[in-house]
């Protein structure tokens, strides 16, 4: 067994002196700094509080929500938004990101949390920080955004289908003691108990969507899911004194406090990060996407430019701290981002006090809560899991090509039937051959026997009496990068490898690069022209590929004089082959 206390000391050195030394560099500049350096004034201040006190509002229920949802608790929830959404925006690369718990991580915690139970959670989520922080200083933000978009918009709607399908008990207010995880399971079981709905649980549930979706017709600066809420709670409490009973509330179900929490140190052993290394990566890989499209939401909305390795570093510190306080995995939230900007947010700051805003609800008034009914929750993560859907997006993939339509239903299925970490592997092991497929389509072979024309190539040199393609000389020209998708194929324009030709000429100027499959490749291509008595050419080997060439050891293969820099050479060089035969 570890030490975690030792562990977590060693972790915020070596943290301390990558600040340190990344400032130096200037790689390491959170955007609080900057923006405080470069004229913050008091209406700025200002502006930044309001919004932050909006959004601390907007993120209540949801925070709330997320938690239950997940597994956990409404404190987990809060607590989450708090710690992790002040770490976010005090170390993070955007002006404008608000973080906490967000709906995507619903599914993947409370499998975690059914599986491995709470600790489980905070070894999980505590290694996810740390992949996180590993991805930004190996500067991996800027590809991660790279992910394919059906991949993305196939599991998001994955989510929330998901999501939508654990809320059928509590919005229907059915007698189930305990759910199955499958949702295929879920469904039989929900068909089987139907006949004990909770009618008013059900009209709460429905009051409260209609609230949620009618709030912004008569003001955006309302969250709809607060008003729902009050409303709705109210509503209960109307109910109950009137002596309608079965609405379940938070504090029939949890032991509400706003006590401080106590700081606790995961329990690291071999096998518990054995087991929970996969699950730790999708919870990073989830954290990254929609930390980095919520960023660059952001950009496009404020004029701006978010560091993409600083904000995984932020969020990487987010979710290592997070679960040292009871909270659950947090990420960048876009909807909450938005709603800053919207309100006038746009710096830091607006982050760091809906932090606060967050605080002093969880340590004033966190004893309602308990009335809260949970209907009126299951109502909000139904909006929820509705603005997650994307359906509108799914509907246009359906209309790409064939390729993007099957990463996309792949990654949407898996993740509904099965989990989100299968999901994940296999749309992006998907998407990857798909896109070596796409590469080696892109790259073509053609084969010149007669003449070249010196209009259309940029590597001709000398005398033009020189395009003239000698008699048993063939001249083939590869267009694109040569790798192993391009092997077989390369091999096939051969053909036959004895002929009539008696020397091959190989243009690869327009060969941008070459893997070691390719270099294997066309070793065993050469050598089997030196068995048939065939001579090889290579021309016009740009700088990059022929380094790699003769690492490679390609000059002892083909003979360095075989390797010429433009075409005029190469012919001169087959010609002088031809005669001396």
């Known amino acids: 067994m570890f030490s975690a ?3 977590c000391n060693f972790a915020a050195e070596k943290l301390l002196v990558y600040f340190y030394r990344m400032e130096i560099k200037g790689d390491f500049t959170p955007k609080l700094f900057t923006t405080i350096k470069n004229g913050y004034n008091k209406q700025t201040l200002v502006q930044d509080l309001l919004a932050g006190i909006i959004v601390g509002i907007v993120a209540l229920p949801l925070a709330i929500a997320f938690g239950i949802a997940s597994g956990a608790s409404p404190e987990a929830g809060i607590l989450t938004a708090i710690v992790a959404g002040f770490i976010i925006s005090f170390f993070g690369g955007s002006k404008v990101q608000i973080g906490g718990p967000t709906g995507a991580f619903i599914v993947i915690v409370y499998g975690i949390i059914q599986e491995y139970g709470m600790n489980g959670l905070m070894i999980a989520t505590f290694m996810a920080g740390a992949f996180l922080i590993l991805m930004g200083v190996l500067h991996l933000g800027t590809i991660i955004k790279y992910i394919p978009y059906p991949i993305v ?3 998001t709607s994955g989510i929330a289908l998901t999501i939508f399908a654990t809320q059928i008990k509590d919005l229907f207010g059915l007698q189930v003691e305990s759910v199955p995880a ?5 469904w039989v079981v929900y068909a089987q108990n139907i006949g004990t709905i909770n009618w008013w649980a059900l009209l709460v549930g429905v009051v409260s969507i209609l609230i949620i979706v009618l709030t912004p017709k008569v003001s955006r600066r309302i969250p709809g ?3 729902a809420i009050v409303v709705m709670t109210l509503a209960t409490l109307g109910l109950k004194y009137l002596g309608v009973e079965g609405i379940e509330t938070i504090g029939d179900r ?10 606790a140190v995961p329990e690291l052993t071999w096998e518990s990060i054995r087991h929970l290394a996969q699950p730790a990566m999708v919870i990073a890989m989830l954290g990254a996407i929609e930390s980095l499209l919520s960023a660059a939401v952001a950009d496009g909305v404020i004029g701006d430019r978010h560091n993409s390795n600083q904000e995984l570093v932020a969020q990487g510190i987010a979710n290592m701290v997070s679960p040292l306080i009871g909270g659950i995995p947090a990420t960048g ?3 909450r981002t938005m709603t800053n900007i919207n309100n006038g947010g746009r710096t830091p700051v607006a982050g760091i006090a809906h932090a606060i805003v967050l605080a002093l609800i969880y340590l004033f008034l966190m004893p309602l809560v308990q009335y809260i009914p949970m209907a009126c929750l299951a109502g909000i993560l139904v909006v929820v899991s509705y603005n997650m859907s ?19 239903l792949v990654t949407f299925f898996l993740t509904v039937i099965f989990d989100l970490t299968v999901a994940i592997e296999v749309g992006v092991i998907i998407a990857c051959l798909l896109c070596m497929k796409r590469m080696a389509e892109t790259t073509n072979v053609s084969v010149l026997s007669d003449e070249i024309d010196p209009m259309a190539d940029t590597d001709v040199q ?6 003239i393609i000698p008699e048993g000389v063939k001249v083939y020209e590869i267009n694109g990068p040569y790798f192993f998708g391009i092997g077989n194929k390369f091999e096939e324009m051969m053909g036959d490898m004895g002929g009539r030709a008696k020397v091959r000429i190989i243009r690869m100027r327009k060969v941008p690069f070459i893997d070691s499959t390719g270099v294997h490749n066309l070793s065993n291509m050469c050598k089997m022209c030196s068995q048939l008595g065939v001579k090889v050419v290579l021309s016009g080997v740009n700088p990059s590929v022929m380094k790699v060439l003769k690492k490679a050891g390609m000059e002892d293969v083909v003979g360095k004089e075989n390797i010429c820099s433009h075409i005029s050479l190469a012919l001169e060089r087959a010609q002088k082959i031809v005669s001396e035969a």
Do not use: T
Request: net charge positive; glycine share 4%.
């Open 153 to 155: 918009v196939g599991f």
């Open 462 to 467: 000398g005398n033009l009496e020189h395009l």
């Open 333 to 335: 939230a876009i909807a």
């Open 254 to 263: 949890f032991s509400i406090s706003s006590a401080l929490p106590q700081p």
């Open 182 to 186: 499958d949702f295929l399971d879920k």
């Open 5 to 7: 206390a030792r562990l």
């Open 225 to 227: 899911s607060l008003v």
């Open 390 to 408: 994307e359906w509108r997006s799914f509907r246009a993939i359906l209309r790409n090509p064939k390729s993007d339509i099957i990463v996309l």
